[in-house]
């Protein structure tokens, strides 16, 4: 097949052509990009806070107490809890840590409370003796992520995290 100089000189325009377009589609996307991101920050998301943490029993295994966390939607719509990870420390280590899967869903347009249990085995509780000392109590940082899928964005994670004093139990405790 044979071009004519016509057809060789159309095929070259349309070639420049793109090629100077290829930057404009660029900045375009960029500037699209920028746009969605933007609105994406600015949209609102759901709040959490740590409301308390308490001990609530003693079992053989160990102590269990009980992170109290509070979360608001802001969205009309329910929106389901994918999983909640914690981790308690002391003394500047870990002593719990783990995963509650498919906790349930926050309400649309409310405050949801959300119990989140942890388990500290009891010999971690002997090994933070130092710490424990004379006032009974664990100095602790509890750190959370609540794992939400926010429709359009996915999977977005509220990173929660708290100071505080955990009472150990009492012998009253244990035996009531």
């Not at 920050?41 to 107490?65: I, S």
């Not at 649309?108 to 388990?119: I, S």
């Not at 010999?123 to 933070?128: A, D, T």
Request: aromatic share 6%.
């Amino acid at each position: 097949m044979r071009l004519s100089l016509g057809a060789k000189v159309s095929l070259g325009v349309i070639g420049v052509s793109l090629i100077l377009a290829a930057p404009k589609m660029s900045q375009l996307l960029d500037k699209a990009k920028n746009y969605v991101s933007e609105k994406v920050t600015n949209m609102p998301k759901p709040e959490a806070t740590v409301n308390d943490v308490d001990f609530t029993r003693v079992g053989r295994d160990g102590v269990q107490y009980l992170a109290k966390v509070s979360v608001s939607n802001p969205y009309s719509t329910p929106l389901p809890i994918c999983e909640i990870k914690y981790s308690l420390k002391s003394a500047g280590r870990e002593i719990a840590s783990g995963t509650i899967p498919d906790p349930g869903s926050l309400k649309a347009k409310d405050t949801t409370m959300l119990d989140v249990p942890v388990k500290v085995p009891h010999s971690v509780l002997l090994s933070l003796a130092k710490d424990i000392g004379a006032d009974w109590d664990i100095d602790y940082q509890l750190d959370l992520g609540l794992v939400i899928d926010l429709p359009v964005i996915g999977n977005f994670t509220i990173p929660l995290s708290q100071k505080g004093e955990i009472k150990l139990p009492t012998l009253r405790d244990m035996f009531a």
